[in-house]
């Protein structure tokens, strides 16, 4: 059973921090995560959570142009990224989850707008993950068709930030 004075008193901890989100797992299997993301702001998830071996993916498991395996995971050369289907242009997603920034501070001109050409390995955007800003480079060289992400928003692992024409 759950203490719900527990459960509260985590999510007043969380609201006067500055800390997105608290994950706790208990040795009987509980499993209690709280976010202030505005997906899932005063949300609460419990779950039984069964005990396995850690899983180490094989490399086909990475998505598409994932260049770097989440720790843990050996690293893998991966295929270029692929347009989605329907979509011209190569999208490029985020390796995180973050905060996304198209420009080095507030006001200044962005990395990347629609447009702008850019060649492999320019930066395109910073994400801020637990207070470290990661320069966010570019896999391909083309030009940006679409922006998909505003700034200062939080952005998902995996979700698509810039849509790029390597044909432009």
């Known amino acids: 059973m759950i203490d719900l ?8 901890i969380l609201d006067e921090s500055t800390v997105d989100s608290i994950e706790i797992s208990s040795d009987k299997g509980m499993k209690i995560r709280i976010s202030k993301s505005p997906t899932g702001r005063g949300g609460l998830q ?28 050996p ?9 989605p289907a329907g979509k011209a242009g190569i999208e490029v997603k985020s390796p995180m989850v973050g905060t996304f920034y198209g420009a080095p501070e507030p006001g200044a001109k962005p990395y990347a707008a629609v447009g702008t050409r850019v060649s492999k390995g320019q930066i ?11 320069e966010i480079e570019s896999e391909v060289a083309g030009v940006v068709t679409e922006v998909l992400a505003q700034d200062a928003t939080p952005v998902e692992y995996g979700q698509a930030l810039f849509r790029i024409d390597p044909n432009g």
């Open 5 to 12: 004075r527990y459960v509260k008193k985590l999510i007043d």
């Open 46 to 73: 419990v779950a039984p959570q069964p005990v396995l071996a850690p899983i180490i993916a094989p490399p086909a498991a990475l998505p598409a142009g994932r260049t770097t395996p989440p720790d843990g995971m």
């Open 75 to 83: 690293a893998v050369e991966s295929e270029a990224p692929r347009a």
């Open 124 to 134: 395109l955007c910073i994400i801020e993950a637990m207070k470290i800003m990661n």
